[in-house]
């Protein structure tokens, strides 16, 4: 994945592409396995052309991105049309689908070439920051975790483990700022914060998915350590996360 960044946007854009399409089948399983959703393959099919669309953009420019734009609304237009006049009793629960699909799967994979396109450099620092908030939240959690987070939905998760990832984040926030990229302490101490909390939302939310629907991994794409959504739940509201901090910094 790092690899991928340093080789450049399409590199990175190509590898998250089968990413995407897994995650978007895993998501159909755990939410709308009663099969008042897309089917997996509308699912699959729908998170990939949304990706591309919204990578696309990184690689057109002038009028080219209003066609794009307008090509897929004009798929969206269509598929909403479609679900409201089927027999479907719930053409509601299809469309929330069809959203949620691009909303949380199919943007958050895109903040990945993004990134990269501004500095890949800033994609590997938010995965280091990503990775350093789930180590450190594990390791204070067992060692010194006693005030449960959220029981019902993450028994495993205390708030010292949330504080210890989040300190842990800091301090190699702080070493890349110094280090690596030269960039204001203050401002990677924010990023860092921002990534901390936003994953470990990612994480409880994904938690709470499987077990709304009786699971305990979301898919199999790593054998003894579940599937892509289990592998990037954090990653799905840390990277917007970062992309909007990091614009935000950069006006400021």
């Not at 483990?161 to 301090?171: E, K, N, P, R, Y």
Request: aromatic share 10%.
């Amino acid at each position: 994945m790092l690899g991928a960044a340093w080789l450049g946007v399409e590199a990175t854009a190509a590898l998250f592409l089968p990413i995407t399409v897994i995650a978007a089948q895993e998501l159909n399983r755990l939410q709308w396995s009663k099969g008042s959703g897309l089917s997996p393959f509308g699912s699959a099919m729908l998170a990939a052309i949304a990706y591309g669309a919204l990578v696309s953009v990184h690689f057109v420019s002038g009028p080219y991105i209003l066609w794009a734009i307008s090509a897929v609304l004009f798929i969206l237009l269509a598929l909403v049309v479609s679900m409201l006049r089927a027999n479907s009793p719930e053409p509601t629960i299809r469309i929330g689908h069809l959203f949620t699909v691009i909303i949380y799967i199919a943007a958050p994979m895109a903040c990945a070439p993004w990134m990269v396109s501004l500095d890949p450099m800033l994609f590997i620092s938010f995965m280091l920051l990503l990775w350093t908030n789930d180590t450190g939240a594990y390791i204070v959690g067992k060692a010194i975790g006693r005030s449960k987070l959220l029981p019902k939905v993450s028994p495993g998760k205390t708030w010292e483990g949330l504080m210890g990832g989040i300190l842990l984040t800091a301090l190699v926030a702080w070493a890349l700022s110094t280090y690596v990229m030269f960039g204001p302490v203050k401002e990677w101490i924010i990023v860092a914060v921002v990534v901390s909390i936003t994953a470990t939302v990612g994480d409880l939310l994904e938690s709470a998915m499987k077990r709304a629907a009786g699971v305990k991994d979301s898919g199999t794409l790593m054998p003894g350590h579940g599937g892509a959504l289990d592998r990037f739940d954090g990653y799905l509201l840390a990277a917007p996360a970062m992309l909007l901090v990091v614009h935000l910094l950069m006006a400021s």
